[in-house]
C-alpha cells in the first residue's frame, strides 16, 4: 500500500479510499503519480472529443471528465466525495455547490461579470475550494477551467506550471498560497500570478 508521504496542499485519502485503487501491486507515491499521468494523458484524448458537448457546464459533464482522468486507477472516479477532508465543504453539499457554481458561470459567461481570465480563476478556485471528489481535485479543477477559458472564453489555458505543480516546488508554493488568499476573499494574489491586471 502507498504511504502516506503528501505534497502541501494534497488531500489525504482514507482507508476506504486507498481501497478503490486498481493496481494493488504498487507502493510508491511516484508509482501512483504516474499511473494517474497516464490515466490523464487517455483522459485529455477523451476531453478533445468531448469538448463540442453542449453539457460542458453541467454536473454530469464534471463527472464523466473526472471519471475520464481517474477511470484507469481509481474505482470511485467520477464519484463524489462522502467522506470529510481538510479542504472543502460538508460532502453532503457537494451536488448543490456544484450546481449553483456552473450556473453562476453560465451567468459569468452570459452577462461579461468579469473580464475572461478572472472568471476562469474564480470558477477554478471556487471548484477546489468545494473539492468534489476524494483525490485528484486540482488536476481536475486545472484541466476543467481550462477547457472553459477555450470554449466559453476563447482564450489560452492558464499557465499552472504543469507537472512542476505536483511537486514540492515555489511553482506549487505560490500556487497553494494563491488559493488560500482566495480562501480568505482576497483574489488579488491568483490574479497577479496567472496573469491578469
Ligand atoms: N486552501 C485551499 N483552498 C482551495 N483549494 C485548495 C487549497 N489547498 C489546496 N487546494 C487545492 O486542492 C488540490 C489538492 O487536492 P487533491 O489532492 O484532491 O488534488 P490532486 O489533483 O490529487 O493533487 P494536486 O493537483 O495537488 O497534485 C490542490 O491542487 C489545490 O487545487
Ligand atoms: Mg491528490
Known amino acids: 500500500m502507498i504511504t502516506n508521504e503528501y505534497v502541501e496542499g494534497a488531500t489525504p485519502l482514507d482507508p476506504d479510499e486507498l481501497a478503490g485503487l486498481k493496481y494493488k501491486h504498487i507502493t510508491t507515491r511516484g508509482q501512483l503519480d504516474e499511473l494517474e499521468q497516464a490515466n490523464i494523458v487517455t483522459g485529455l484524448l477523451w476531453l478533445k472529443k468531448s469538448i463540442a458537448r453542449d453539457d460542458v457546464l453541467t454536473s ?13 486507477v481509481w474505482t470511485w472516479a467520477g464519484t463524489f466525495r462522502l467522506t470529510e477532508k481538510n479542504i472543502g465543504i460538508d460532502p453532503y453539499g457537494i451536488s448543490v455547490a456544484l450546481r449553483n457554481l456552473l450556473d ?9 461579470s468579469y473580464p475572461p481570465v478572472e472568471a476562469v480563476l474564480r470558477f477554478h478556485h471556487q471548484l477546489v475550494k468545494i473539492h468534489l471528489f476524494p483525490n485528484g481535485n486540482g488536476r481536475f479543477s486545472r484541466i476543467y477551467a481550462d477547457i472553459v477559458a477555450e470554449k466559453y472564453f476563447s482564450i489560452p489555458p492558464i499557465n499552472w506550471g504543469g507537472r512542476e505543480l505536483d511537486k514540492i516546488t515555489q511553482i506549487r508554493k505560490d500556487y497553494i498560497n494563491a488559493l488560500r488568499a482566495a480562501d480568505g476573499g482576497d483574489l488579488s494574489i491568483i490574479f497577479e500570478l496567472y496573469g491578469c491586471d
Open 104 to 112: 453562476d458561470l453560465s451567468a459569468w459567461i452570459e452577462y461579461k
Open 60 to 72: 454530469n459533464f464534471a463527472m464523466d471528465l473526472h471519471k475520464a482522468l481517474f477511470k484507469d
